[in-house]
């Protein structure tokens, strides 16, 4: 597919921090975005490599103050550079760049604006995206499933880029880090980029467990409770190194 090019004004990139019917930026602000660019890029290539997403399905984005970062609509991650910074407001006015956003990006404002998260990760995993063809949750298989925030919904399907579909992502997402998206793939948040990833690759390791276990014939996976992952979500709360 052809590089898409936003329809405004402005062309700059995050190097100089020049912005798509505004003015200069300041360096510090071009710096941090320039930062996050690079780390957007890493994360949306790497999806690529750990098979999470195929050709340019799929979508990453990261917020850097007001201004949300994402990847721009049709283009290959391995031909992302510096240059190509793709950027909005929380209202979806394009602020940077001349690459048309994602056309997911109703889904990821729609995160923005209701949640703390500053960065979103939307994949079209296979074992994720044949959970979400079967079931309406995603059954207790594994006590991680307390690290996106208990069990995982299934978000009722709507045509992707719809204010429908960012809709019903949000109704599966209360409470939750992460969800499926019926008949189409993931969506998972976080404080940062790596954390949001690390979430969607930990959902699509509990549906490809779930899908192995289940297609035993004649046996049926035991499943946890919630009252024992939400035993282990306390657990995790002191998880990892203190600073």
Avoid at 120 to 145: F, K, R
């Amino acid at each position: 597919m052809a590089e898409q090019r936003w329809d405004g004004r402005g062309t700059g990139s995050a190097a100089d921090g020049a912005r798509g019917g505004g003015g200069p930026r300041a360096s510090g602000a071009a710096e941090e975005e320039a930062r996050a660019w690079a780390e957007l890029v890493e994360t949306a290539r790497r999806s690529v490599a750990d098979g999470l997403v195929v050709g340019t399905s799929g979508n990453v984005s990261v917020r850097v103050g007001g201004t949300v970062l994402v990847t721009p609509s049709g283009v290959p991650y391995d031909r992302l550079g510096p240059g190509d910074v793709t950027g909005v407001d929380l209202g979806g006015r394009q602020v940077l760049g001349t690459l048309v956003p994602t056309s997911e990006l109703p889904m990821h404002l729609a995160v923005y604006r209701t949640t703390g998260a500053r960065a979103v990760v939307h994949t079209h995993a296979v074992h994720a995206t044949a959970v979400s063809t079967l079931v309406d949750e995603l059954p207790l298989i594994h006590y991680m499933a307390a690290a996106l925030g208990g069990p995982v919904r299934v978000a009722r399907y709507a045509t992707y880029g719809t204010d429908e579909l960012a809709a019903n992502m949000l109704e599966a997402l209360d409470g939750r880090t992460g969800c499926l998206l019926r008949n189409h793939g993931t969506v998972t948040h976080g404080a940062t980029l790596s954390q949001a990833y690390d979430r969607t690759a930990q959902l699509e390791w509990m549906c490809r467990v779930w899908l192995t276990a289940s297609s035993v014939p004649g046996l049926s996976p035991h499943l946890l409770t919630p009252e024992q992952v939400g035993e282990v979500g306390e657990r995790l709360r002191g998880y990892g190194q203190r600073d």
